[in-house]
């Protein structure tokens, strides 16, 4: 009697799935259940990698929403600075499922909260994007006016979107217990001040995630009832972890436990899916190494790769060359091209 | 005492070289040299030997057919102006296409910003944009190009606002203009580009002289009595701009900036 595996394709197998396969192109590992075109409304959110996603996605021409585009007059380092076109919003990095979850709780039903202004000397800054203005703003009611306005804004922006791009980040993050919202940031690290009293650690489990998870599904579902949901989770390691681990068990932890929680809610749930980034930079048999030297940014081949894999699962490789072409026609060879990172601002705290 | 300095600009030097030649006697204490050059061709020059040479051809016959010159001796001045080189209002209203600000005295009246094509944005992002702009326009390009070669003063002069006629005709690429009158909003949009050019020059080395105030008209167009009967930056100075131009200012204007120049230098105008 022939075994399960006897009819196996040749995926499922190391062997032909990748020691002999092409790994350049690693096929059928990135298999899309959901129809991308040039054509699709996509809303991207996440870490620093999901910039990569929204840069090349809206560079090979594809319709990427952006609730709040920068004027046509603003240098790109300028807007990126004030965090323009980074993602479909200006909501800078949304590292965990669980402030993806209440970012879209207060964009349906909510409204900015005096309680999560942080004031720095004369600026005021908003605690859930605290480096979109890099000076701060003027006073608590110009934060909420800006803040209400850039809710509405997204709002807007969701309600057009077929698909949702979210890259998961980190599993740390911190919370205001008075509240239970966390942060993107530690407070302290970029505006505000930390307090034992009032802010504690999460480091979100696996369950956790996956009912965040869901529960943004059925949130953006709000907006569009047909709205799908592409998950990938960044291969960015953490900068710093309050875990008491060491950081590069930590980051496998965070890493793995992400990885795991997508999956187990991808299977389950109809209209998502899952692009293994992740896998495409840090498996060894992906070659590379596909980081920079301090082995924790990933390099342009890196994220190229990623791409281009992207790319020709979903039969836009043509694409990729536009792409490249129309980033690279800026005039400004000083540009600034890392990713926008709030969480490399812990960085600092290493010396 | 006489005072020498080099002008330096693009198609809207020709009213103040204009100006200059109509009346020069009101000026008696600025001995001037025009250099004029189309487009981006002032940026093709470099210092050689204390020396403003040519580097393209283009800039090289701009020299010598509409300034009779081969090089300027960079020593022989004691102050130099930037004029026109798009520092203008218009990369102000650019900005205001797809941007408002809470310093807007339309934005009082809005119940529902959100729904408006225009995103908002906070003054610092409006400010550091404005200055960026300007920082990246030739006037201030030709400026910090020119503080690389020389300790002497260097002046940029604001281009002229558009000109009033597009309160009556319609005019391509002002619409901007149009809905800042509507709004209410002219009068933030000329002081903001009057402090962000200021601070643009600073930071340039330079200083920013605005428009001189009684040739604007509702804060942010020229009264059509500075602006009608422009000439374009040609040899002779005698080859009128096309009858739809709304961006190059007359002679008078130019003697509006003759006298404003003289004043800041502290030297004799009639």
Known sequence: MPHPYADLPDTAFWKKGVDEADRARFPGLYQ??????????????????????????????????????????????LARRFGYGLFSGRYGNIYTARQMRQFLEEVADGEADPRHVWKNGHAFRDAFRPNVEPDGLGSVAEVLLHRDYHLERTSRMLR?????????????????????????????????????????????RHGEIVADLHAIRALLHRFNPGMAVLLTVSPVPLTATASGNHVLSATSWSKSTLRAAAGDFVADTEGTDYFPSLELVTQPASGGPWFAPNMREVSEAGVARVMSVFFEAHGMTDLIGTARDTRDNEDDSDRESEPYCDEILLQAFAT | MTLRICFLGNSHIACVRQAWQTEAGRWSGIAPLFVG??????????????????????????????????????????????????????????????????????????????????????????????????????????????????????????????????????????????????????????????????????????????????????????????????????????????????????????????????????????
């Not at chain 1, 991207?44 to 585009?69: M, N, R, Y």
């Not at chain 1, 890259?167 to 911190?174: D, F, K, S, V, Y």
């Not at chain 2, 901007?176 to 643009?200: K, Q, T, V």
């Open chain 1, 32 to 77: 899309p259940r959901l129809k991308l075109t040039p054509e699709t409304r996509v809303a991207t959110a996440g870490s620093c990698f999901a910039q990569h996603i929204g840069t090349w996605l809206k560079a090979a021409g594809c319709s990427v929403l952006d609730a709040e585009p920068p004027p046509r007059a603003m240098s790109d380092v």
């Open chain 1, 160 to 204: 057009k979107a077929q698909l949702f791009i979210f890259t998961l980040g980190l599993t740390e993050a911190w919370e205001d217990i008075e509240t239970g919202r966390v942060y993107p940031l530690c407070p302290g690290v970029a505006g505000g001040t930390f307090d034992p009293e009032r802010h504690r650690f999460r480091n979100f």
């Open chain 2, 37 to 270: 050059a189309h487009r981006n061709l002032l940026l093709e020059t470099a210092e050689v030997a204390g020396k403003l040479v040519p580097t393209s051809d283009g800039a090289a016959r701009a020299f010598a057919d509409l300034a009779g010159i081969d090089h300027v001796d960079l020593n022989a001045f004691d102050a130099f102006v930037v004029t026109g080189c798009l520092v203008s209002l218009g990369c102000i209203a650019n900005l205001y296409r797809d941007a408002r600000w809470l310093d807007l005295p339309s934005i009082a009246a809005h119940e529902d910003l959100a729904s408006e094509p225009a995103v908002l944005m906070s003054d610092a992002a409006v400010q550091m944009t404005a200055e960026d702009i300007l920082s990246r326009r030739l006037g201030l390009r030709v400026a910090r190009h020119l503080r690389d070669m020389t300790t002497r003063p260097i002046v940029v002069t604001s281009q002229a606002r558009v000109s009033a006629v597009i309160e009556q005709a319609h005019r391509p690429g002002v619409r901007a203009h149009h809905a800042a009158l509507r709004a209410g909003d002219a009068a933030n949009l000329s002081a903001l580009f009057d402090s962000c050019a200021s601070r643009a020059c600073r930071d340039a080395g330079a200083t920013f002289l605005p428009q001189p105030r009684h040739t604007i008209t509702k804060d942010i167009l020229t009264a059509r009595p500075f602006m009608d009967g422009a000439v374009r930056l040609t040899a002779d100075g005698s080859t009128p701009q096309p009858p739809r131009d709304i961006t190059h200012a007359n002679a008078r204007y130019g003697a509006a900036v003759l006298d404003q120049i003289a004043e800041h230098f502290g030297v004799q105008a009639v």
